[in-house]
């Protein structure tokens, strides 16, 4: 199975909306470089608030990490609870940003209605199982964390978790109701119409080659025109194309690989995420799935070497996801593709002001589609001169990472390193004295929600 061009979202998106490239001389209020979910939930903040805005997209609407995630909707950071969100920020800076993630499935599905964006949404949950004793207590005081916050979330046992979610080796694990799924494409397609609708000029296939400021205003510069602005917007994330390296040299560009299956029958179906629930494990080397809207699978994961042929990595993932839930045969490989995730080195969003009136949001994490609405909010602001006080993330300089290009594999060498620890807790998990996954308390003593 050879690593497609597109993903198996574009293929099932429907028309994309018209986005013709720029043609010639023009002025906006705001400039957005970059038409993915950041870029284009911008401008329609932006929009709204009746500002003249004009995107480019270099490639077409959604190619970049916007059309090529699993379309989990995940209110939380991978790396950063509430708590260690507090410790890391000022009381109300943490809460204010710990608040915003944690609302974010609530805030994107009002935010889709609003902007009448149909792009099969749902708020049937998001579960991460417990992998191995030794992951119980830091996932236990996780769920905590926003039980105390007031989200709706519950504790499940390993029963429970192997009834949602067709998997049987967990130990255990939590839900937050408020997730879920939803079609990357037709969001980000959505979001282009909601934009459009409201007067924003939309440019695919116009890649921005240039930023140069003439002492009053920003010029945009294309190879078929150039926009004239007094702000930009830097929406690139880990697609930056080397138009600010000093931003390409501040992220690891992670690459993660994804496939869909064909869609499996209904008896198959019956038994994985009957609810539409996504799901991600708490393992090192990571073990996601959901189903689409037509009973295809989709799970991703990741290459220990970067380099080669990823066929066999393609292989490996399907492999994994036909043990891992117990089914009867292995499917078809429909898709398999790949895209790039930004990363920062302590797992946090960047909000940079890197001239007056040129800013950037970076680093989502594998947190996208959670995290672009965010991000996109505080730039939205930030053009609007609102305080960096009141913003949900502090602004701050550009640091590039040391030795860049040498620090890019760190990833994959902790990816090799934890795939050795997770076999070895698999091993030490099936000891009798080491093993609790039948137990239905918590290493404290307290029954589950």
Not at 328 to 342: C, H, L, M, V, Y
Request: contains cysteine; aromatic residues 6%; proline residues 5%.
């Amino acid at each position: 199975m050879p690593v497609s061009d597109r993903s198996s979202w574009t293929h099932t998106a429907g028309p994309a909306p018209q986005t013709p490239p720029l043609a010639g001389d023009a002025m906006a209020d705001v400039v957005v470089i970059g038409g993915g979910f950041t870029g284009l939930t911008a401008a329609i903040r932006l929009a709204e608030a009746g500002a003249d805005v004009a995107v480019l997209e270099a490639g077409d609407i959604a190619e970049g990490a916007s059309g090529r995630n699993a379309g989990f909707l995940v209110p939380n950071l991978a790396k950063a609870d509430p708590a260690t969100l507090m410790e890391n920020f000022d009381q109300q800076r943490g809460g204010q940003l710990a608040k915003s993630v944690a609302e974010a499935g609530d805030t994107i599905a009002e935010f889709s209605q609003r902007h009448d964006i149909e792009c099969e949404l749902k708020q049937s949950g998001w579960i991460q199982p417990v992998h191995a004793e030794v992951a119980r207590d830091a996932t236990y005081r996780r769920f905590e964390d926003y039980k105390a916050m007031g989200r709706p979330v519950a504790w499940l046992d390993a029963g429970a978790i192997k009834e949602a979610t067709g998997c049987g080796h967990y130990v255990g694990g939590w839900i937050d109701r408020s997730g879920g799924t939803l079609h990357p494409v037709k969001f980000a397609y959505g979001l282009a119409r909601a934009a459009q609708r409201l007067g924003a000029h939309i440019h695919s296939q116009t890649s921005a080659t240039a930023i140069e400021n003439d002492g009053s205003n920003w010029h945009v510069k294309t190879a078929s025109g150039s926009l004239s602005t007094r702000q930009v917007l830097m929406c690139t994330n880990a697609m930056g194309g080397g138009l600010r390296a000093d931003l390409t040299s501040s992220i690891l560009p992670l690459t993660i690989h994804q496939l869909a299956t064909e869609p499996l029958d209904a008896g198959m179906r019956s038994k994985l995420l009957a609810d539409g629930q996504a799901m991600s494990d708490t393992a090192n080397d990571l073990f996601t799935y959901r189903l689409d809207g037509e009973g295809r699978l989709i799970t991703g994961g990741m290459a220990v070497w970067p380099f080669g042929d990823a066929s066999g990595l393609g292989r490996r993932m399907i492999r994994r996801a036909t043990k891992f839930l117990a089914l009867d045969k292995t499917p078809r490989i429909e898709t398999f593709w790949s895209g790039q995730a930004a990363v920062t080195t302590d797992f946090m969003p960047r909000l940079h002001r890197l001239a007056d009136g040129l800013f950037a949001g970076f680093g989502c994490n594998a947190r996208g589609i959670a995290m672009t609405h965010i991000l996109a909010g505080a730039l939205a602001d930030l053009t609007a001169g609102r305080s960096e006080e009141q913003l949900p993330l502090p602004v701050t300089p550009v640091r590039p990472v040391p030795m860049a290009k040498l620090a890019g594999l760190a990833p994959h060498m902790w990816l090799a390193h934890g795939r050795l620890k997770d076999t070895f807790n698999r091993i030490t998990a099936g000891s009798p004295a080491n093993s609790r996954s039948n137990q239905t308390e918590n290493h404290q003593g307290r029954k589950p929600c």
